[in-house]
């Protein structure tokens, strides 16, 4: 059974760039978050997509963006990258309505800005 | 708004000793409480849950209770492993039911 997938595994982007990060949730799942984690600090709430609408969105520029598609999988998309940008993105994926049951999280895509 | 902390890190152990991590919430209402654990190099694991209060959630030999009056939720386990050194972060489902909020994670170091 799949778990959440996610790529690319490490990115290395120049500050101003664009970057798309990607994620297919775990095997029966239909609502995908995103979350960002700094280094040494706790994950933060990017967004959650269901029915390819964006559900909620937390406390992140409209340089955040994403996407769902009809097969639930998912991208986070970034322009106008910031050094402060550089981060570990995390994926997660429940089904709708488990959500006080915990999420599946993916490994995570490691960007790094220079 | 909602809120996790969680005590600062690292901890340091011996093999076999009891571990003690503390969490306090601040909420409204009543969310449902997790932890979560991350290994180096690894996303997040679910390691145990409770949804009310007073329940007791449970995996692996870790446990913790939802405790309602003093807003906690703090993770104990009677004889902490090598294998359990990892990042071990609190959270909690906001009200709205879509957001999770995490604390800033503690690391549990075990020494053999």
């Known amino acids: 059974d799949a778990g959440v997938t996610q790529s690319p595994t490490h990115l290395i982007k120049t500050r101003g760039q664009q970057v798309t990060l990607r994620c297919s949730p775990k095997?029966?799942?239909?609502?995908v978050s995103w979350y960002q984690q700094a280094l040494g600090q706790g994950p933060q709430f990017i967004f959650q997509?269901?029915?390819?609408?964006?559900?909620q969105r937390g406390n992140f520029p409209d340089r955040f963006s994403g996407h769902q598609f009809p097969n639930y999988s998912s991208e986070l998309n970034v322009n106008a990258l910031l050094l402060g940008d550089s981060a570990l993105y995390l994926c997660?994926?429940?089904?709708?309505?488990?959500?006080?049951?915990?999420?599946?999280f993916g490994s995570g895509t490691r960007l790094t800005v220079v | 708004g909602d809120s996790v902390t969680q005590m600062e890190g690292p901890v340091t152990l011996s093999e076999e000793a009891f571990l003690t991590i503390n969490c306090t919430y601040t909420?409204?209402?009543?969310?449902?409480l997790f932890w979560y654990v991350q290994y180096p190099g690894e996303g997040l694991q679910l390691l145990l849950k409770?949804?009310?209060?007073?329940d007791k959630g449970s995996n692996k030999g870790f446990e913790a209770t939802y405790r309602k009056e003093t807003t906690s939720f703090h993770l104990e386990k009677g004889s902490v492993q090598v294998s359990d050194s990892a990042v071990y972060f609190c959270a909690l489902l906001d009200t709205g039911g879509f957001k999770t909020i995490f604390g800033a994670g503690t690391r549990l170091f075990v020494k053999a």
């Open positions: 997509y269901y029915e390819e609408e964006e559900r």
């Open positions: 997660a994926s429940s089904l709708a309505g488990t959500g006080n049951y915990g999420y599946t």
């Open positions: 909420a409204t209402g009543y969310p449902s």
């Open positions: 095997s029966g799942h239909d609502t």
């Open positions: 409770a949804t009310k209060a007073d």
